[in-house]
C-alpha cells in the first residue's frame, strides 16, 4: 500500500464533520435561499436526510470493497481500459474540485480581507500548507482534524450565541407560500454540495483501523456538519431575512460584522474567517490527498508524495483560469456544477455497488443450482 498511516474512527468522524462543513458554511445560504426564499431551512433538512442516506451509501461501500480505494475498485470493476478512463475522470473531479475551492479562498480573501493582493500570491502560501499536510500523510491529517474541531465548535457557538438578539422568527414565514418546488430545488446544491462532496473518503477508508465501525462514524460525522449548516441557514434567514440572504455572497460573514454586545464584543467577522478557513484547510487537503494518492495508484508508482509539488503549482496556475470572475463561477456552480458532483457522487458508487451485488447475487444462484 502507498499509504502506511491509519486513522481511528474518532478521527474519521471529525474529518467528516469538517468537510461537510468545508466552505458550505459560507456560500450554501445565499444559493438555497435563492431558489427556497424563508423555506430554504427546509430545504436543509431534506438535503440533510438524504445526505445520511449517499454516507451510509460510501460506508457501505467500503464494507464491499474492503482494502480498495475509490480508484482501485473502478479498476476491478471495469476492467484496464474502461477502469482507466473513469478513474481519470474521477481524478479530474477531484482537481476541479480542488481549484474551485482555491478560486473561493481567493475571492474571498481579496474581496473581504486583503483588498489588491496579487491572487497568486494567495493561492501560493495556501498550497503550500497543503502540500505540506499531504506530504505527512493521513495520520497527521486525522490529527489536524482533532485539533481544529474544537476551535471551530466554540467559534461557531460564540457567533451563534451573540447573534440571537438579531433573530426574528417571523422571517422564516409564511411556510411553503408557493409549494414544495421551491423547496425541492433548493435542496439540490445543498445535497451536493455539502452531502455528496464527502465521496472522497472512499479514497480513504481503507486506512481507518476499525472498519467495523465507518457506518456509525461516517453518519455522526454527517449529521453533526449538516447541523452545523442547517444553523447557521436558519441564522442566515431570521437576522437578514430571505432576500438580503440570497444576494448577498457571504451570509454568515456578513452576519458576524453585525453582532455588537455591549458595545464591547463587536466587529467579529475574523471568527467567522477563522473558522471557515479551518474547514476550508481540511476539504483542500483531503481533495489534494485523495487526488495525487489515485493518480499514484493509477499510474502504479511507489510513492504518492513525489507528485504533491507538480500538482500544487498546476493548482497555483489553474485556480484563477478556473473563472474570469466571481458571477461566472457562481453561474457554474448552481446551474452547472451540480449535476458533475452528483454523477461522481452518487451514480459512479451507486453503479459500483450494483455491479458488486449483482455479481454476489449470481454467484449465489449458480452455486445453489450446482
Do not use: C
Not at 61 to 75: C, D, W
Amino acid at each position: 500500500m502507498l499509504e502506511k498511516g491509519k486513522i481511528s474512527t474518532r478521527q474519521l468522524t471529525l474529518l467528516v464533520m469538517l468537510l461537510t462543513i468545508g466552505d458550505s458554511i459560507l456560500i450554501i445560504p445565499s444559493s438555497s435561499t435563492h431558489y427556497a426564499t424563508q423555506n430554504a431551512w427546509i430545504s436543509a433538512l431534506i438535503g440533510m436526510a438524504l445526505g445520511l442516506l449517499a454516507n451510509y451509501m460510501y460506508s457501505k461501500f467500503a464494507k464491499l470493497y474492503p482494502k480498495l480505494t475509490l480508484i482501485e475498485a473502478i479498476q476491478k470493476v471495469f476492467g484496464k481500459w474502461l477502469g482507466t478512463i473513469l478513474s481519470l475522470m474521477t481524478l479530474l473531479f477531484f482537481l476541479i474540485v480542488i481549484a474551485g475551492s482555491m478560486r473561493e479562498i481567493s475571492d474571498f480573501v481579496i474581496s473581504e480581507m486583503l483588498p489588491g493582493t496579487p491572487i497568486p500570491a494567495i493561492l501560493l502560501l495556501f498550497i503550500l500548507i497543503v502540500i505540506m499536510a499531504t506530504r505527512l500523510g493521513i495520520e497527521v491529517i486525522g490529527r489536524a482534524g482533532e485539533i481544529f474541531t474544537p476551535m471551530v465548535v466554540i467559534l461557531f457557538l460564540i457567533l451563534t450565541v451573540a447573534i440571537v438578539p438579531q433573530m426574528e422568527i417571523i422571517r422564516i414565514f409564511p411556510i411553503l407560500e408557493d409549494g414544495i418546488k421551491p423547496v425541492l430545488r433548493g435542496t439540490i446544491p445543498i445535497t451536493a454540495y455539502t452531502f455528496l462532496e464527502p465521496v472522497v473518503f472512499l479514497m480513504i477508508l481503507p486506512y481507518v483501523d476499525k472498519q467495523q465501525k465507518i457506518t456509525r462514524s461516517f453518519l455522526q460525522g454527517t449529521l453533526l456538519g449538516g447541523t452545523v449548516i442547517f444553523i447557521t441557514l436558519i441564522v442566515s434567514i431570521l437576522v437578514l431575512g430571505p432576500d438580503l440572504t440570497a444576494r448577498d455572497i457571504y451570509p454568515s460573514y456578513n452576519i458576524a460584522r453585525r453582532i455588537s454586545v455591549g458595545g464591547i464584543f463587536e466587529r467579529v467577522e475574523a471568527m467567522i474567517a477563522l473558522q471557515w478557513m479551518l474547514t476550508f484547510f481540511i476539504k483542500v487537503t483531503l481533495y489534494f490527498y485523495a487526488f495525487i494518492l489515485g493518480l499514484s495508484q493509477l499510474l502504479k508508482l511507489k510513492e504518492y508524495r513525489v507528485l504533491s509539488l507538480p500538482t500544487g503549482l498546476i493548482l497555483v496556475a489553474l485556480a484563477p483560469l478556473i473563472a474570469p470572475n466571481y458571477t461566472y463561477y457562481g453561474e457554474i456552480f448552481d446551474n452547472y456544477w451540480v449535476y458533475y458532483v452528483i454523477t461522481f457522487g452518487l451514480f459512479l458508487p451507486l453503479v459500483l455497488l450494483s455491479v458488486v451485488m449483482f455479481r454476489r447475487a449470481l454467484s449465489k444462484d449458480l452455486i445453489s443450482r450446482n
